[in-house]
Nanobody, 120 residues
Framework: QVQLVESGGGLVQPGGSLRLSCAASGNIFSIYAMSWYRQAPGKQRELVAGINSGGTTNYADSVKGRFTISRDNAKNTVSLQMNSLNPEDTAVYYC??????????????WGQGTQVTVSS
């Protein structure tokens, strides 16, 4: 079993910054990719940013230039630095990891989510 624990959400004013972190633990041999998704009320969950084990990143068009994803492979952590936040960024943010365990099973795991609210 693999657990993902997120931290760093909260309330921030428009134009402000937040940093989200996610730590993976458990039966982990390697992590192929780690990503951040978000889901706003009444909307579908969407990919915000992803990073693979080699450090290649991808971003949703709506966050390019404002958000930066990074990971520490040794610590099995991923972070999302969010700058120039606006009210449209308000959502529950979820960490996702694609993990290979010690018997070769490949699984897709999610964190519990952390609320980000951008409001004055």
């Amino acid at each position: 079993q693999v657990q993902l624990v997120e931290s760093g959400g909260g309330l921030v004013q428009p134009g402000g910054s937040l940093r989200l972190s996610c730590a993976a633990s458990g039966n982990i041999f390697s992590i192929y990719a780690m990503s951040w998704y978000r889901q706003a009320p009444g909307k579908q969950r969407e990919l915000v940013a992803g990073i693979n084990s080699g450090g290649t990143t991808n971003y949703a068009d709506s966050v390019k230039g404002r958000f930066t994803i990074s990971r520490d492979n040794a610590k099995n952590t991923v972070s999302l630095q969010m700058n120039s936040l606006n009210p449209e960024d308000t959502a529950v943010y979820y960490c996702n990891a694609v993990v290979r365990d010690f018997i070769g099973f490949r699984g897709d795991y999610w964190g519990q989510g952390t609320q980000v609210t951008v409001s004055s």
